[in-house]
């Protein structure tokens, strides 16, 4: 009786971690789902057994234990954030889907790359990365496909990013929150939006956290 009890509070807090966690990430992530599309924009990683009382150290290394590598930079992406988000205009007017996945962080990216860094590690946030990256990509998955939807094999013209001047430096990454697209589909008047999450940038490289956004 005593072994069930204990594993009953456990799995509750494991349901009040998450739904903590959905509330508090944005990218789903910290937003986030963080993170598909029509076809996920990165592939899950392998679902395990979760124990929150274990030491985040041990939860990302049973993390890490189920993917397929161990990335030291980021793959993909772009150069810039100007460039990065034209090629998410032009990969959406062309529905290609492979190009918009190798936009968004990938797991063995989150795990090796982006998560040791965040305040997800920490008290009084701690978070384990399953649970995270569980969050990230749900959140990623739907704006996606609410992307893909709606704007994907539409002619579309890329005008500007805005950003916000200030930014949260992780270590070796910098992450950007809240930049919006201005650009026009077709002939229609252009608009300004929030087409994805955060923004990552680790050695010159950026790439998107998710693609959680105001569709």
Not at 28 to 44: I, K, L, Q, R
Not at 182 to 192: P, Q
């Amino acid at each position: 009786m005593r072994t069930f009890r204990k594993s009953l509070l456990v799995a509750s807090g494991i349901l009040l971690a998450a739904a903590i966690g959905a509330c508090a990430l944005d990218d789903g992530a910290p937003g986030a789902a963080a993170g598909g599309a029509a076809a996920s924009d990165a592939p899950a990683a392998r679902a395990g057994v979760i124990d929150s009382t274990l030491p985040i150290d041990t939860l990302l290394h049973r993390f890490r234990a189920t993917l397929p590598d161990t990335p030291t930079v980021l793959a993909g992406g772009a150069t810039s954030p100007e460039r990065l988000a034209r090629t998410l205009l032009t990969a959406l007017s062309a529905s290609d889907t492979a190009t918009l996945r190798s936009l968004v962080i990938s797991p063995s990216e989150f795990a090796w790359l982006y998560y040791p860094h965040t305040k997800w590690t920490r008290p009084p946030y701690e978070m384990g990365p399953e649970l995270v990256w569980f969050q990230v990509g749900a959140n990623s998955e739907k704006g996606l496909v609410r992307l893909v939807r709606r704007y994907g094999g539409t002619p579309l013209r890329y005008e500007s990013l805005a950003c916000p001047d200030s930014v949260i430096r992780e270590g070796p990454n910098t992450v950007t929150e809240g930049c919006r697209v201005r650009f026009a589909a077709a002939d229609s008047a252009a608009r300004e939006l929030r087409l994805f999450g955060s923004l990552l940038n680790r050695g010159g490289t950026y790439k998107f956290v998710s693609y959680s956004n105001d569709l």
